[in-house]
């Protein structure tokens, strides 16, 4: 399956991660940024936008994507106490 990664928002999320790395900032807090502007894609646009912005392995991707979204869930339950 070929993952199109040329929708605007998604080249704009990986600027910004390779930005980030580029600052010295870590390969987290790239995966972060990344997630934070396109969270509402499918798991393999994300994936594919952590290997390409910041800068990670396909496993790597995989698991950030992971920890990114259970912390956004856990954000999600403080905020709707």
């Keep these: 399956m070929k993952i199109d990664l040329n929708k605007p928002a998604i080249q704009q ?3 910004q991660g ?11 807090d790239a ?3 990344i997630y934070a502007v396109i969270k509402d894609e499918p798991k ?3 994936v594919a936008a952590f290997i390409e912005g910041a800068v990670l ?4 991707a ?7 979204k ?3 869930s856990k954000d999600a ?3 709707a106490v």
């Design 13 to 15: 999320a990986i600027k």
């Design 62 to 68: 995989l698991a950030y994507w992971y920890n990114c």
């Design 70 to 72: 259970r912390r956004a």
């Design 57 to 60: 392995t396909e496993k790597g």
């Design 18 to 28: 390779l930005m980030l790395i580029a600052d010295g900032k870590s390969k987290a």
């Design 44 to 46: 393999e646009v994300i």
């Design 77 to 79: 339950n403080k905020s």
């Design 31 to 33: 995966a972060r940024a």
